[in-house]
């Protein structure tokens, strides 16, 4: 499908697996991955070890969406800085204070045509399709999609839900 300036087909076909990293914290790993597409596409999934992506990011362009477990949906565009004194930038991610629509449809399109395992092309379509996450599920619903992260928790009785989040926050400002 062409969506105006984009064949969206092309770019999904493109992606390619670049690198491939484990992130240890102090109570899971992670599996990132990073593709890439040499028609200025990237796509970066994380994997805790239940096999839950628990969050991915599709950029194209200057735009990002990106969906977590712990916020749902969110879209934005990369900012690039020049740094004073140098010739170098920086870039950073600014994001919109609602998802915009048109942003996710286009991330949809160009994953439709991502060419990778069953499991993870289907968690990924769903993500951005159904972006269910922390606040939309019920508790027993989110411990039973995302429960192998909960195993070093399971025990605890006092703020469980505190630890849980805190700690996959610690794993996203790791991965972000």
């Known amino acids: 499908m062409n969506s105006g300036f984009y064949n969206c087909k092309t770019l999904g076909k493109t992606l390619k697996e670049v690198a491939v990293d484990l992130i240890q914290t102090s109570s899971e790993k992670i599996v990132s991955k990073w593709y890439h597409s040499q028609l200025n596409v990237d796509l970066f999934t994380w994997v805790d070890r239940g096999e839950n992506v628990i969050k991915q990011q599709l950029s194209f362009n200057g735009q990002v969406i990106e ?10 565009v990369v900012i690039e800085a020049d740094i004073e004194g140098s010739k170098e930038t ?3 991610i600014q994001f ?3 998802p915009h629509e048109s942003a996710v449809k286009l991330a949809i399109e160009i994953l439709v045509y991502f060419e990778t ?3 993870l ?9 159904n972006p269910q996450n922390i606040k939309t599920l019920s508790p027993e619903e989110f411990v039973k999609r995302f429960g192998m992260a ?4 399971q025990t605890q009785d006092q703020g469980f839900w505190d630890s849980f989040k805190k700690t996959f926050q610690h794993i996203f400002k790791k991965t972000g």
């Open 67 to 76: 969906w977590n477990c712990l916020e749902g949906i969110k879209t934005g």
């Open 90 to 92: 920086s870039e950073s």
């Open 96 to 98: 919109d204070t609602a």
């Open 117 to 119: 395992d069953k499991k």
């Open 121 to 129: 092309y289907d968690q990924l379509l769903s993500n951005f399709k």
């Open 150 to 153: 909960l195993r070093n928790y």
